[in-house]
Each structure stands twice: as structure tokens, then as C-alpha cells.
């Protein structure tokens, strides 16, 4: 489930980043500075939507909590702006990919030394045939 739960959680993580983006062009050479508070609200937000639906909110809460978190120590706001057009070419660095997996793991492994139970979430909607 852990391995499940690190792919999806990724892949989310990846898509909420991606869409934060636009958000950041009008602030795109502030090199040195760390991320504003407002763009990691909004990827938490985004983070949130992502893993809800699959995951549900007592999951998810914790996981996009540690990954905002991680984004903030970890990156500044030059390098957060270099992963989120990365992503949005789909053209990720080993050094990128490595720094993601890193998140996934070590954010997956703390909901799980809090004993926070993998939600299921929302039912999603049968596909159109």
C-alpha cells in the first residue's frame, strides 16, 4: 500500500506543483528568497484536491502538510520555480526526481509512524462508455 500510496502521492504532488506555476511567472527572477507563504497555501489547496478524491481528507492533510513543509525548508524560491517549469515540460533532472521521491517517502513514512490509516476517499464517478 506504501508503494501505492508514493506513486499517486508523487503524481499529485507533480500536478499540484505544475499548476502553481502560473501563479509564480509575475515573481519568476526573486533568486535567494524563499517561497512566498501564499504559493505554498495554494499548493497545499491543490495538493489537497488532488489527493482527496483518492485518499480522503485524514490522509491527505498530513501528506500535503509535510510536503508543503519539506518544499519550504528545502527550496528556495529560485529553485521552486526551476522544479514547477520542469514539470511542466515533463523534462524532470535526476537531482529533481531524487528530491520528489525524497518528499513522497519521507512524508508517506511519517503518516504511517503517526498511524494515520490510508483512507480510501470519495467514490469517484464511473467512466462514460
Do not use: W
Request: charged share 25%; with cysteine.
Amino acid at each position: 500500500m506504501n508503494k501505492q500510496l508514493n506513486t499517486i502521492f508523487r503524481r499529485s504532488l507533480m500536478q499540484c506543483v505544475l499548476l502553481a506555476l502560473t501563479a509564480t511567472a509575475s515573481q519568476a527572477f526573486q533568486s535567494g528568497k524563499a517561497v512566498p507563504d501564499d504559493l505554498l497555501a495554494l499548493d497545499h489547496q491543490r495538493c489537497m484536491n488532488g489527493c482527496v478524491p483518492g485518499f480522503g481528507e485524514a490522509t491527505c492533510k498530513p501528506l500535503c502538510d509535510c510536503t508543503v513543509s519539506e518544499f519550504k525548508k528545502q527550496l528556495d524560491f529560485e529553485a521552486y520555480l526551476d522544479m514547477s517549469v520542469q514539470l511542466s515540460k515533463n523534462a524532470v533532472t535526476p537531482e529533481l526526481r531524487t528530491l520528489l521521491d525524497g518528499v513522497a517517502k519521507m512524508c508517506t513514512a511519517e503518516i504511517e509512524r503517526k498511524g494515520i490509516e490510508v483512507g480510501t476517499g470519495e467514490k469517484l464517478p464511473e467512466p462514460s462508455r
